[in-house]
């Protein structure tokens, strides 16, 4: 029998559409989105400047708009994301399951209520974690309310141990909590770098941003906002020079991103002397060849809740330097073996890893790199996701079971 399922979605993300397709290929999905980010919505959201992601995010699934009655539409309130028609839709469609992207807007608790309510098994994927900075008094408040919605909610997905962690902290039962890895479109970034390094576009792209062929590109990929940290890269970059000049001679940052500290970055890095090259907003089309160029990834936030830029670079082969702050850390960051993890904020332990990662990048075997990249792929992402919702048919089955044989 086939599954039908529906998901919900603020808006259309170019992470998801791709693994929503894949999905769509092995049940009867309908996807839902709560908003229509525009151009202007993206530059808003961090990216410095509006624009389009040039990669399809509604090609291959049936989905459909929903109406946002929010009197102020949009992504970064509770209240911006207002959809009430979707309890009808859940009601009414008897879906074997219904996944929902997060629970933290109002649309979502409007479809978690509804599929309470009409007994549809509810699947709820989100990468929480417990260090999320918050004052003593709102972590108490959310142990106090949390605990007692969260183990009622549904099953949860699960990218890693501390999502995992935090799902137990308020009480969810471990049979509620299923793995399913964050996942990109390893296929595609992994065709787009073996293309970039074979057509020589990699070659070129290095030798247009001063790196030659035996220099150390350290590549950064993201917005460039204080949370990402891109200042402690500069400062980092700055004690390698002072310390190791020759080192620093031919060590590269590459900053790919946009966003309202890029003219603050530009600056220390002239005023630093530091090799560094601005390569402003690179859309997904292009990703594959920047990657495919560079030699390790460096991901320093103060906090991020996965860090799927890493899962990018893994696909093409590259190492990554990571803060433990990042939810994958844990998950996909080998010491030595996949790459260093950056266990504080000093300039000096960052340029130590760097200097490590300058070192061990030429030898290091990507084997590791690759396996953890196509275990993050959508083909398994798929087959988990399937059978979490027969476990949960099949857990709701023998429930009737045992209550007639108790009658």
Same mark, same amino acid.
Request: glycine content about 8%; proline content about 5%; hydrophobic content about 45%.
């Given at each position: ?114 599929? /309470?309510?009409? +007994? =549809?098994? &509810?699947? %709820?994927?989100? !990468?929480?974690? @417990? ?6 008094? #709102? ?107 020759? /080192?620093?001679? +031919? =060590?590269? &940052?590459? %900053?790919?991103? !946009?966003?309202? @500290? ?6 220390? #890095? ?138």
């Amino acid at each position: 029998m086939t599954l039908k399922i529906g998901a919900l979605l603020t808006h259309p993300v170019q992470y998801y559409s791709p693994w929503l397709a894949e999905l769509a290929g092995s049940c009867n999905l309908t996807v839902y989105y709560a908003h229509q980010q525009t151009a202007e919505g993206q530059g808003k959201a961090g990216f410095g400047a509006g624009f389009e992601w040039d990669v399809p995010l509604l090609e291959g699934y049936d989905w459909r708009w929903l109406k946002n009655v929010a009197r102020s539409p949009g992504l970064t309130r509770f209240g911006g994301c207002d959809t009430p028609e979707i309890g009808d839709i859940i009601r009414c469609e008897k879906f074997d399951a219904f996944l929902i992207f997060g629970w933290n807007r109002k649309c979502f608790i409007q479809a978690a209520w509804a599929a /309470l309510r009409s +007994r =549809t098994p &509810l699947l %709820i994927r989100l !990468d929480s974690e @417990l260090n999320t900075p918050r004052s003593k008094l #709102a972590l108490l408040l959310k142990k106090l309310a949390y605990s007692v919605v969260l183990p009622k909610l549904g099953d949860y997905l699960s990218p890693g141990v501390r999502t995992d962690a935090y799902l137990r902290h308020y009480g969810v039962q471990p049979d509620r909590i299923h793995r399913l890895p964050h996942m990109i479109d390893t296929v595609r970034f992994a065709t787009g770098a073996q293309a970039a390094r074979q057509d020589g576009s990699a070659a070129a792209l290095r030798a247009r941003h001063g790196a030659a062929e035996n220099d150390f590109a350290l590549l950064f990929a993201g917005k460039l906002i204080p949370l990402k940290r891109v200042d402690l890269v500069l400062e980092a970059l700055a004690v390698l020079k002072r310390q190791r000049p020759e /080192l620093a001679a +031919r =060590t590269r &940052l590459w %900053i790919a991103g !946009d966003g309202p @500290l890029r003219a603050e970055l530009e600056a220390r #890095a002239a005023a630093e002397g530091l090799n560094v090259s601005f390569l402003g907003f690179v859309n997904q089309s292009a990703l594959p060849a920047v990657y495919a160029a560079a030699d390790c990834l460096v991901l320093p936030s103060q906090w991020e809740t996965w860090g799927l830029v890493v899962n990018e670079a893994f696909a093409c082969g590259l190492p990554a330097i990571v803060s433990e702050r990042a939810g994958c850390a844990p998950e996909l960051i080998e010491e030595g073996v996949t790459g260093w993890t950056m266990r504080s904020f000093e300039p000096g332990h960052l340029a130590d890893l760097i200097a490590t990662a300058a070192t061990a990048v030429p030898t290091l075997a990507t084997a590791r790199i690759g396996m953890l990249s196509d275990d993050a792929s959508f083909a398994p992402g798929v087959r988990r996701v399937l059978n979490v919702v027969q476990s949960i048919r099949q857990r709701a089955a023998s429930g009737r079971a045992a209550s007639k044989e108790e009658v």
